[in-house]
């Protein structure tokens, strides 16, 4: 009997029968680590059936806002299937040049320095696999690197489930899987691969690599930034349920930890959630992320809402009136819209197809070298078909504050310009607007209101004679505030705001 077959017919039933999963007591308490060692510092909560959703995390004790609720190591982590050239051990990303520091034993991709390593702990398993199957990689063609990235996270998640098989437990999503093309993708380059080129026939079943390769799509995060590109299997974390509004947030430590803060006061039975999407996505983006990636519908109050809460991020301009047009039933990726204000109706395809030509606005706009004036003529085009909250005109302020920023930061001579000075006074205008949907969208101390208050203030410092409205601005984070709470965020202060809003994603291959 295969190592899945035994596990499975011990799984507990969740439904009857709440397991207290930690009891590693709240972290005024000595820290202790859990059967796997993942767990660095938890608060105490348990894990039990939630409507709709599956198992789900609730609280045991009362968490304040901009606490720490978890902080795990990663108990699987490897590149993603679609990653770039990376370093296996350390997932900083390589150039064509850095090929020659690969594996000398198998070909794998390592940077300089882990590739000089004796010892390298996430490598050398697969690699005395690689080693005894006598195969060797060449990543220097693409088709190369993709059948190495293809299977190394499996294969880790496998080696792994051998000495800790308790991992299985995690949801694999199997049944909706079930010949969908990712199940004959996996088929053909993860289970083909590992039974016969690497010669683990024996060693792993078909059902057990299909298991791995669901239960890392369905509970992997994402950790991208920058040089850096991985997916990350947190076993306390994967049972935090997703929510379009969710009470938590996540980023990632220089240890590639991942921690969840509070955003917001909880109370013991309240259920910790997170979102698995980027906060400024509108609702039919995040529908099709998770409808298509995640495998499940979302029923939240902001998915059933067409103004999302107030926070109208699909709204398409009318053309009779100039009001919002929204999509009459959010979560039918085939909805047609209405206009709030005059009852126009917009037909599916005609909505799709108006984005379209933003889209392709936005697309020439684009490109590394754009500079803020760009990024502005653009936001303005878009304002003839959208309107001023929808989603591709809230990354493009984004966009335009982070540029602005750097621009002024670089040029500080440029800065006194009448030309720069009415920028500056746009984007807090701008900044003001991001505020006033973060609110709505991440309420509480929510990792976005922090990064866009802190660019906010950065902004706010070059500003010459402006009227000081920030007191009034209840949605603004104040500078001591944003100190303390993400001194340990990795991610925070890196020079994209746009990318950095992405960052811990949970991730498909
Ligand atoms: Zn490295
Ligand atoms: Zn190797
Ligand atoms: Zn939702
Ligand atoms: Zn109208």
Redo the contacts with the bound molecule.
């Keep these: 009997m295969s190592l899945i077959h035994k596990h499975l017919s011990k799984t507990p039933n969740f439904r009857n029968d709440p397991i207290k999963m930690n009891t590693n007591g709240s972290l005024k308490q000595e820290v202790k680590l859990n059967t796997i060692g993942s767990v660095i510092k938890s608060v105490s909560y348990e894990i039990k059936f939630s409507a709709n959703k599956g198992r789900g995390a609730f609280l045991l004790e009362p968490v304040e806002a901009g606490n720490l609720v978890l902080l795990e190591q990663a108990a699987v982590i490897g590149p993603k299937q679609t990653s770039p050239l990376v370093c296996l051990e350390c997932f900083t990303k390589l150039s064509t040049k850095d090929l020659e520091y690969c ?1 000398s ?4 991709t390592l940077c300089q320095s882990c590739s000089n390593l004796e010892l390298r702990p996430l ?1 050398d398993s ?2 005395q696999i ?2 005894q199957a006598g195969h060797r990689f060449n990543p220097s063609t693409e088709k190369g690197a993709r059948a190495l990235y293809n299977i190394v996270t499996p294969l880790r998640f496998l080696l792994r489930a051998e000495r800790n098989p308790e991992i299985l437990f995690l949801h694999d999503n199997a049944e909706s899987r079930q010949d969908t093309l990712i199940y004959c993708f996996n088929q053909v380059t993860v289970a083909r691969t590992l039974r016969e080129q690497l010669q683990l026939k024996e060693r792993f079943s078909e059902a057990f690599i299909h298991k791995a390769c669901g239960i890392l799509d369905t509970n992997c995060y994402e950790l991208g930034w920058n040089q850096l590109q991985a997916r990350g299997l947190f076993l306390d974390i994967a049972h935090i349920n997703h929510d379009c509004v969710p009470n938590c947030f996540k980023f990632f430590d220089e240890n590639n930890n991942m921690c969840v803060m509070s955003a917001q006061d909880l109370q013991p039975g309240d259920e910790l959630t997170l979102s698995y999407t980027p906060p400024l996505m509108s609702t039919p983006l995040r529908q099709v992320i998770l409808q298509q990636t995640k495998l499940f519908v979302c029923h939240c109050a902001r998915c059933h809402d067409p103004k999302e809460l107030g926070a109208k991020l699909a709204a398409l301009k009318c053309s009779p009136c100039g009001g919002d047009v929204l999509p009459e039933n959010p979560i039918d990726l085939n909805s047609d819209f209405r206009c709030e204000s005059c009852a126009t109706i917009v037909p599916s395809e005609r909505g799709k197809m108006m984005l379209d030509t933003a889209m392709k606005f936005v697309g020439k706009g684009s490109g590394n070298t754009q500079v803020s004036g760009d990024t502005f003529d653009v936001i303005q085009h878009l304002g003839r078909f959208l309107r001023p909250t929808h989603n591709l005109i809230v990354d493009l302020k984004l966009r335009f504050l982070n540029q602005l920023l750097m621009e002024v930061e670089h040029d500080l001579e440029s800065r006194d310009t009448a030309e720069t000075q009415e920028k500056l006074a746009h984007s807090l205008g701008f900044g003001l607007d991001l505020l006033n949907m973060a609110v709505i969208v991440n309420p509480g101390k929510s990792r976005l209101r922090g990064i866009i208050s802190d660019l906010y203030h950065k902004l706010d410092k070059h500003v010459i004679n402006g009227q000081d409205i920030k007191c009034e601005m209840e949605a603004l984070m104040s500078e001591k505030d944003i100190q303390a709470q993400f001194k340990f965020d990795r991610g925070f202060h890196a020079n994209n705001g746009t990318t950095l809003l992405s960052n811990g994603t949970k991730c498909l291959g």
């Design positions: 594996c034993k198998c070909g794998s490598h697969e690699c690689f080693q």
